[in-house]
């Protein structure tokens, strides 16, 4: 599984940004999907996740409201909606894809297998 990701960039506070992630093989019932990111100088953090079919998705508490995740199995992308973007929202966004065993999502570093290179994403005040 290789995935992909785009759709960062640089976008001003309280704008909106939509990032992709773009996989190589069908996800569609298989794979649990996540967001994570990581800003500099600190650990990489749980964002969203969604299991296969796309009917649960969580999102971490101080996001809830301001993103949401989805995905398109037809297509084999996962996508990241971010709304009222802060400069705290800066980081590198990573895509994240795990074979699914059962529950709803997935917010564990260890449920992921497969891992995009990242899209920078820059918010300026």
């Known amino acids: 599984v290789h995935l992909v990701e785009s759709g960062g960039g640089l976008v001003q506070a309280g704008g909106s940004l939509k990032l992709s992630c773009a996989s190589s093989?069908?996800?569609?019932?298989?794979?649990?999907m996540g967001w994570y990111r990581q800003a500099p100088g600190k650990e990489r953090e749980f964002v969203a996740a969604?299991?296969?079919?796309?009917?649960?998705?969580g999102v971490v508490a101080f996001l809830k409201g301001r993103f949401k995740i989805s995905r398109d199995n037809s297509k084999k992308t996962l996508y990241l909606q971010m709304n009222t973007v802060s400069p705290e929202d800066t980081a590198v966004y990573y895509c994240?894809?795990?074979?699914?065993?059962?529950?709803?999502?997935?917010?564990?570093?260890?449920?992921?297998?497969?891992w995009g290179q990242g899209t920078q994403v820059t918010v300026t005040s």
């Open positions: 969604v299991n296969p079919s796309g009917a649960d998705t």
């Open positions: 093989v069908s996800i569609s019932g298989i794979y649990a």
């Open positions: 994240a894809a795990g074979r699914y065993f059962g529950g709803t999502y997935y917010s564990s570093e260890s449920d992921y297998d497969y």
